[in-house]
Structure formats: structure tokens, C-alpha cells
């Protein structure tokens, strides 16, 4: 058996529940600086996205490309912290803001989404362009780590990428839509609607002062921003009509990345909470559902794109220490473990 020694996951006793440990991140941990240089790129329909580098600026360098999640940037807890510590390791990292979330209203109507690999295939050309000799890498968080499985399986094997990761990934997005309206995790839910009804409010904005009246009016066409609740509201009004979906139904059967996982060809790790309040645990996929060439890390504790360890004045973060380590692996090992085994695949219960 490969030793476990990098993926032993302590939870602080201090955080207790997936609730408060997704809340420490954004709400508690201390902002890392980083001196990072940004680039943005021209995508074909011609509308921008922003991307923040940070390490070494060398040919050959291993380059990660950080995907963040919903109402995220590039400027995420998460994401800084995971660039410091590849930076430590002597690696190059990118970080992506999607349409619109760099601070900026991009300048078409449609926006970013789950199911935007499109988007990804491009950034990824672009990178590859950039750095011809740099082995490139992929880690995607909550939607970027939907976006970025969907694209793993829709290319297979012809994807660029070394490794992978993706983390707290709400794999079917119908069934998380309603998750996230239960409970307590319906202060999430409403804090997303606010934020992403301001998403749209801010490209209205720019559309009436560019005097882009066919823009404006195809974001008024798709009806008013008021009433906006849950996720099933938002994107059945908004994210389905904008991006050629029929309705919300649609857009989560073909957006969801579980339905991609069986044609996924990189090593992929998959790194999930069962108290993940975002996501019920059958959505989490079966074993008979992962390719052999992902291993799935399902821990009883974690909450959303949380992981946090350590002690109360001096908090760890474990994906920030697991990632880099996992990354840094010369090969896909086949590994066995007790709790549960399929053929060349593993799901590890910890």
C-alpha cells in the first residue's frame, strides 16, 4: 500500500461541522499577499478573461492552472493560498477569474457558468501557446472543479493536462440546487443571489453607458431580477436562455459534470466532504462511475472547499499541503485500500 502519510486529514476540533469549517475561509482566515503579474486574453466571440500569475517565469517550470468557484476570483482564499505554497515548490501558477469576476463587467451578455469548458479549452490553448515546455496542471474549486471535469471528460484522452484536481465539486447540480436550499444552507443560497443578481446588475450598467443597446436588450428580454430565491429561479430565468439551454433542467443535465467522470483519461483526484452543505452525499459519484484513472477522496468532515487543521492561533489548511503533494507524484500509482476497491480505482473513506 503507498503510504498515506500526505493525506491524512486532521480536522480542527474547534471548527466542528462542514458549516463552520466552510465559513472559516472566506469570513476568518487572514488575506495572503502576493506579488502577481495579471495578463488578459481576447476568447474568439471577443469578449476578455483575466489571468493572475504568480512563481518562477520559466520555460520549463510545472504551470497549475487555479480554477475558482462561484461568485470566486482569482483572489479566493483558497487560490492565493494554493499559489503560495506551489510557489514554494518552485512551480508556475495561473489563476483564472472568469467572465466577470475580475473586478470587471466583461462586455458580452453571457456570463460564466458550470458548464463552461469552452471557455477552459481556450484559457488551456492559450497557456499551452505561452508555455510550450512547461508540463501544465489543473486544479478547480466547488464550479471550477465542475467546469474542469467536464472538460477531462469531454476531451478524454487528448487533454493536455498532467494531473488534475477538483475539490467540493457539485457534481449533479440539480440535486446540489436543491441542497442548497435546505436548512441552513439557505444563507448560502441567498447570499449567491445576491451576488450573482449583482453580477448581472453591474453588466446592465456597462451596456447603458456604452450605449450597447443590443446587449442590454438581451439581458432585459430574459425578464426581471426581482424574486430571485434559489438556484432552480436564477437559472432557469437567466443561466439557461443566455447559454442556449432549454431551461434549468437542461442546462443541469447536460452542465453536470458526473455524467463526464467515466471518460475522464488524466489522473484526477477528487477531494470531497461528506458534510459538504452544498452537496448531498449521493451526489457525490459511485465507484463504478469513476475512469481508472481517478481516485476519489471522500473525508467525513471538511465542509465546502474548507479542510481546515491545526490549532485555533495557527490554523493549517490541508488541500493547500495535499494538492502540491499529489501534483508532484511522477505517476498514477495503482493503489489499493481496505475500505472499498474496483479494479484500478480507489475511494478512500477517511
Known sequence: ???????????????????????????????????????????????????????????AAPLVLVLHGLTGSSSSHYVLGLQAQLAKRNWASVAINWRGCSGEPNLLPRAYHSGASDDLKEVIAHLQA??????????GYSLGGNVLLKYLGETGPTAP?????????????????????????????????REMVAYVRDKQRLFTQQGASEHLSALQRLGSL????????????????????????????????????PN????????????????????????????ATTTLELHRTGGHVGFVEGMPHKPRYYLERRIPEWLAQPHMASRVDSTSQHEGFELKVL
Open 1 to 59: 500500500m503507498e503510504n498515506r502519510s500526505g493525506d491524512d486529514f486532521a480536522p480542527a476540533w474547534w471548527l466542528p461541522g462542514g458549516h463552520l469549517q466552510t465559513l472559516w475561509n472566506p469570513f476568518l482566515r487572514r488575506r495572503i499577499k502576493l506579488d502577481r503579474r495579471r495578463e488578459r486574453i481576447w476568447l474568439a466571440d471577443g469578449d476578455f478573461i483575466d489571468l493572475d500569475w504568480h512563481g518562477p517565469h520559466e520555460p
Open 130 to 139: 505561452a508555455r510550450p515546455l512547461a508540463p501544465l496542471y489543473g486544479v
Open 161 to 193: 493536462l498532467q494531473r488534475a484536481v477538483a475539490v467540493s465539486v457539485p457534481y449533479r447540480l440539480d440535486q446540489c440546487a436543491d441542497r442548497i436550499g435546505l436548512g441552513f444552507s439557505r444563507v448560502y443560497q441567498a447570499h449567491f443571489m
Open 226 to 261: 426581482d424574486g430571485m430565491r434559489t438556484f432552480w429561479d436564477f437559472d432557469g430565468r437567466f443561466t439557461a436562455p443566455l447559454h442556449g439551454y432549454a431551461d434549468a433542467s437542461d442546462y443541469y443535465r447536460r452542465a453536470s459534470s458526473r455524467y463526464f467522470l
Open 264 to 291: 475522464i483519461r488524466v489522473p484526477t483526484l477528487l477531494i470531497q466532504a461528506e458534510d459538504d452543505p452544498f452537496v448531498f452525499r449521493h451526489s457525490v459519484p459511485e465507484l463504478g462511475e469513476l475512469s
